[in-house]
């Protein structure tokens, strides 16, 4: 990757410098005022108190980019109808009812009775729906059982299915979330409380997932399938909170249980692949899905008063997640041989989530603040570690025993130490530093121990009252134990494989790799935000950052990454009447990675160098990819009232992305060109026009205007057939203009 | 008898006070009638004018204000949200916490907008029935004033549903406080993300450790410009962590699209057309994932 020019860490160096210099002055110590909340008004609250508002609306084309949450997905009229109503005239209590989006699968409704201060009841619903590319075709039937037509010609390749073209059918790639709730808060005495929530999801629809025909790692034959969602979801809490002169606290336990319809998803093979048992017609493939699941947990979280100058908080949790759904077996394919039955029934398996927070705060001086807090955080698993004679990919026998594969326990701990102070000085400024050590253990992991010193220095300044300025600066040094690249190996194989392996071969990545996740890592952030107001009507914003994680020991795997952001906003409000805010924004996401490119066998060896070179251990069989994310966002929103009777708001935004990968390979025998780069587009105006027809009577006009393109290569000239090895969905690319106008009338009564 | 003249010292001062409270309501009134001032017109149909006890009680709020009462308005009253003053927010802060400090509302002092020197006037309008911070139609807009690196984030191709308000920024975060990362309501990024998505929350025969850690590690929960809020593209976004013999250690370029090669390796679900349970397998042959 070239090295960028670093613009917001230079600008926030010369910032720095000017705002220590200000700091000089001397001025009165006043309070510091967030500027940024001096915004004028960019977002229009519907008026409180009753209403009926109800219309007809018109979606100009079916879509999946502009319909994906707000159910206006398919081209046609909808009903606008919403209602909120209360009624506050009885002495001590009140209703009120909302019900939106009730012509859509978006549609929401709640319902409270309260006595404030006492008694609450809430009970409500909330529908969702998510919709994805539908524009994908299948020439599978069924639902989680899926069948090829009867009169399918398979192959070995998807260019032999003479009978996929008239074969293939759409389907709709829609997931819908519906969910019912109650609640209840009672306040029992001045000192304690309890409150109580139930809800009910159930989530249904169509995905899509990847399945393959694969008996080793070298041949496979995958298929897109569509992947039958049908999910439920039960919680309750009780949550019990006591408030004194000193000590409020919360206790709450809640339950929570998952619950899924299907157990598998099998399909017929439609390729000819590796002989009889596994092919066309006869061959099935089977994937499990999301196993059912509960949650049982607890938290407690509280603050004591120590003195006015000191306070503890505390917030700890501890769930306990089990999942012992019975197995699949070892294939859904009947036709191949499995002699070595399952070691159990299920997993019976447990992890329990403990977790910690807590901070003392201290003020010593009034102008200085203290804090030390301490984080915890442990995954503590409760498997049985079994050894699993593995069917691979439905594709073969049931293998020798010394191919047994064994399920092992990921503990995982995690502790962060550390304090901050900061002192308020002159000018409204405050200097913040802060510390903290964190240390992450892991079990079978490919490293054991890290530890990470952060060091974060913030300085806020507001030298006028119509200026701020809050610049942030970060420094993390996280440092890996030895990177144990046969610990994968060991944890996940037979001792029979083990010890027939030679002990350099013993790895299943590459031994130069380091997990970024795991390992040693510098990091720097900057972060700069300058508020200012040129005059009374007018708020202008500046926000830099610049955060950069360097993995400086990583040989292989991700090596670098950059990421810069610039921000900008300006609002301008004349008059209580209108009001406008133009903003953009430049985000610049760049990663380095490298691989080596390498076969196995005797090659494997990557500590032996020897003639000829053996891939594994030969830096000519490296490849580095580049990668850069450019978002460039543009926005404006109006709202303006014309006059007492006509109102206007408009809401405009525009996007436009672009992502590239560039490859470079050292070797000749090794070729990787540039992939394309992928753009996207984005215009999106929404316009809501109000007219008052008379007291108490509203006519509305909505538009808004969609225009989302895209040109990722994933999609561009692939057909379902494109790729022998591999049936798509042959979805296109999104390339979506919709127009959409709505019209609605409201009538409002106290 | 000591016990009876307490009681009715407590009596008495009770009876006072309640006098003293409606004495000051009617006083408020006087001036700020409720043809004459919108935003006591408003409190009319808000929770807060149902407060136990007295209707309308002012001074709950804004304190007795007695050199605003004498003044005839030209001073503050004790404590005053706006817009001719605007009390310190600790004051502003302070008098909402005297009834909701019990509430969600505990971690505050500390927190990160606390330290920012808002108070809970800066988001909510206690005169309102309904306003930005609870509306989850529009609440983001109130957010995104203070937050606009989140904003380019929130248009990007994959995102949640946030602008349509079926997610809501306090659905994740807790702005009144919180002891976890990044002010978020759970303690860690997988409890926040696992209280939706309960069908990734296991435990898994076997399982994919950077997804039990940290969502984060792979995905942008703000949005992200490539598909299901991932960092990067697949392959490279698996490749940054696998490097195995074969398949996975090979670069996966332009000769791999229609014209070319088309590899399975790259188009499609890339990776994911093999090892689609990439959340965790609980099938008995599911060790690489695949089933």
Redesign the interface.
């Known amino acids: 990757m070239k090295r960028s020019i670093r613009l917001p860490f230079q600008l926030t160096a010369a910032a720095s410098l000017v705002l220590s210099a200000s700091h000089a002055l001397t001025a009165e110590d006043e309070?510091?005022?967030?500027l940024?909340?001096q915004?004028p008004g960019?977002?229009?609250?519907?008026a409180?108190?009753n209403r009926v508002e109800l219309g007809l609306s018109h979606t100009s084309d079916d879509n999946f980019?502009f319909g994906?949450?707000?159910g206006l997905h398919e081209n046609g009229v909808n009903l606008i109808g919403n209602l909120q109503w209360?009624d506050?005239s009885a002495e001590?209590?009140?209703w009120?009812v909302s019900l939106?989006d009730l012509g859509l699968d978006?549609r929401e409704g709640l319902a409270t009775w309260?006595?404030?201060?006492?008694l609450k009841f809430r009970v409500g619903f909330?529908s969702?729906l998510?919709v994805r590319n539908d524009s994908g075709r299948t020439p599978f039937r069924g639902d989680d059982r899926l069948l090829l037509p009867d009169n399918w010609t398979s192959g070995l390749s998807t260019a032999d299915w003479d009978q996929l073209p008239g074969s293939l059918h759409g389907f709709e790639r829609e997931l819908e979330r519906d969910k019912l709730f109650a609640e209840i808060e009672a306040s029992l005495n001045d000192h304690w409380?309890l409150d109580s929530h139930l809800s009910y999801e159930s989530r249904e629809g169509t995905g899509?997932?990847?399945?393959?025909i694969?008996p080793d790692?070298?041949a496979?034959d995958?298929v897109?399938l569509p992947l039958p969602v049908d999910?439920r979801?039960t919680e309750l809490d009780l949550g019990l909170?006591y408030?004194g002169s000193a000590l409020?606290?919360?206790g709450r336990v809640a339950y929570?249980d998952?619950d899924?319809k299907n157990e598998i998803l099998t399909w017929q093979n439609p390729y000819s692949s590796f002989g009889p048992r596994v092919a066309y017609p006869s061959g099935t493939g089977?994937?499990?899905l999301?196993?059912d699941?509960d949650?049982r947990s607890a938290r407690l979280?509280?603050?004591y008063v120590l003195s006015p100058y000191a306070?503890l908080?505390?917030?700890g949790?501890y769930?306990l997640?089990s999942?012992d759904?019975d197995?699949?077996?070892?294939?859904a394919n009947g036709n191949l041989l499995a002699p070595e039955s399952?070691p159990r029934a299920n997993?019976d398996?447990?992890?329990a989530?403990t977790?910690?927070?807590?901070?003392l705060?201290l003020r010593p001086l009034p102008k200085l603040d203290l804090?030390g807090?301490y984080?915890y955080?442990e995954?503590d698993?409760d498997?049985p570690r079994d050894g699993?004679r593995?069917?691979?990919?439905?594709g073969q026998n049931q293998p020798r025993a010394a191919l047994t594969?064994y399920?092992s326990a990921?503990d995982?701990e995690s502790e962060t130490l550390g304090g901050e102070a900061?002192y308020r000085l002159p000018l409204r400024s405050r200097l913040r530093f802060e510390y903290a050590f964190e240390q992450i253990d892991?079990k079978n992991?490919a490293v054991d121990h890290t530890e990470e010193d952060r060091y974060t220095l913030g300085y806020r300044i507001q030298p006028w009252s119509q200026f701020s300025a809050n610049i942030e600066l970060l420094y993390g040094d996280r440092q890996a134990d030895t990177y144990q690249w046969d610990q994968s190996y060991y944890a996940?194989l037979d001792t029979e494989l083990i010890n027939a392996t030679p002990d350099n071969q013993r790895y299943?990545?590459?031994p130069e790799?380091s997990?970024?996740?795991l390992s040693n890592r510098e990091q720097q952030e900057v972060k700069l935000d300058l508020s200012y107001l040129p005059g009374a009507n007018w708020n202008l914003?500046l926000?830099l950052?610049w955060h950069e994680d360097d993995y400086d020991k990583s040989e292989?795997?991700?090596t670098e990454t950059d990421w810069q952001?610039l921000?900008l906003?300006a609002s301008y409000a004349p008059g209580s009447d209108i009001s406008l805010t133009v903003?953009g924004?430049f985000?610049r996401f760049e990663?380095e990675?490298s691989?080596?490119?390498?076969?196995?066998g005797q090659e494997?060896d990557a500590f032996t160098i020897y003639p000829p070179l053996p891939q594994?251990s030969d830096p000519g069989r490296n490849?580095d990819?580049d990668?850069k994310?450019d978002?460039f966002?543009l926005?404006a929103q109006l709202t303006w009232q014309a006059s007492e009777a006509l109102s206007l708001a408009l809401d405009y935004?525009f996007?436009d992305?672009t992502?590239e990968?560039r490859?470079t390979?050292f070797d000749d025998g090794?070729?990787?060109?540039?992939?394309?780069d992928?753009d996207?587009t984005?215009h999106?105006l929404e316009a809501v026009g109000s007219w008052v027809v008379r007291e108490g009577l509203d006519l509305q006009l909505h538009y808004q205007y969609y225009r989302?393109k895209?040109d990722d290569?994933?999609r561009?000239?692939?057909q379902t057939d494109?790729?022998?090895?591999?049936l798509?969905f042959g979805d296109r690319n999104a390339n979506e203009q919709i127009h959409y106008v709505g019209a609605s009338v409201t009538y409002h009564w106290? | 008898m000591a016990g009876f003249n307490n009681k009715g010292v407590a009596i008495c001062c009770g009876a006072l006070l309640l006098v003293f409270s409606l004495a000051g309501n009617a006083q408020c009134l006087d001036c700020h009638g409720v043809e004459d001032d919108p935003a006591v017109a408003r409190l009319s149909g808000a929770v807060h004018g149902k407060l136990p006890g007295d209707e309308e009680n002012c001074i709950a709020c804004h304190g007795t204000s007695d050199n605003h009462v004498d003044s005839l308005g030209d001073e503050s009253p004790d404590v005053s949200f706006g817009p001719n003053w605007k009390s310190p927010a600790p004051d502003r802060a302070a008098s909402c916490q005297s009834c909701h400090e019990g509430q969600n509302h505990r971690l505050w002092s500390g927190s990160a907008h606390e330290q920012e020197n808002l108070a809970c006037d800066d988001c909510h309008n206690a005169h309102q029935q309904a306003d930005l911070a609870t509306a989850s139609h529009q609440a983001e807009q109130l957010c995104l004033g203070c937050h606009p690196r989140v904003r380019s984030e929130l248009n990007l191709p994959s995102r949640h549903p946030i602008r349509e308000g079926k997610t809501a920024c306090t659905d994740c975060h807790d702005p009144h406080g919180s002891l976890g990362e990044a002010s978020l309501k759970q303690l860690s990024v997988n409890d926040n993300c696992l209280s939706c998505h309960e069908d990734k929350r296991g435990p898994f025969l076997w399982e994919h450790t950077p997804a039990t850690e940290d969502c984060s590690t792979c995905h942008r929960p703000h949005g992200s410009m490539h598909e299901r809020l991932l960092t990067a593209r697949s392959p490279a976004l698996c490749q940054q962590c696998h490097a195995a013999a074969f398949h996975p250690s090979l670069p996966y370029g332009g000769e791999g699209l229609p014209g070319g090669a088309p590899s399975q390796y790259l188009l499609g679900k890339s990776c994911l057309n093999c090892h689609s349970q990439i959340h965790g397998s609980n099938h008995p042959s599911g060790a690489r994932l695949i089933r």
């Open positions: 309070a510091y005022t967030p940024a909340l915004l960019t977002a229009v609250l519907a409180a108190g980019m994906q949450y707000n209360q506050f001590d209590s009140y009120q939106s978006t309260a006595r404030p201060g006492r909330d969702q998510q409380s899509d997932i990847g399945g393959a694969a790692r070298s496979g995958a897109l999910y979801t909170a408030r409020s606290v919360e929570s998952f899924n089977g994937l499990g999301a196993p699941n949650q979280t509280g603050v306070r908080q505390f917030d949790s769930a997640n999942q759904q197995y699949l077996e070892y294939s399952l997993l398996g447990e992890v989530v977790q910690f927070g807590g901070k705060l804090n807090f984080r955080r995954r698993y498997v699993y593995y069917i691979r990919g439905d594969v399920n990921r995982y900061s892991r992991a996940l299943i990545n590459h790799l997990q970024f996740f914003a926000n950052l292989l795997g991700l952001r921000n906003s903003y924004g985000d990663s990675q691989s080596r490119a390498f076969r196995g494997k594994a490849w990819l990668s994310d978002s966002t926005g935004s996007v992305t992502a990968q490859l390979t090794l070729v990787a060109s540039d992939l394309p992928v996207t984005l999106h989302f895209t290569w994933a561009e000239g692939v494109t790729i022998g090895k591999l798509t106290q």
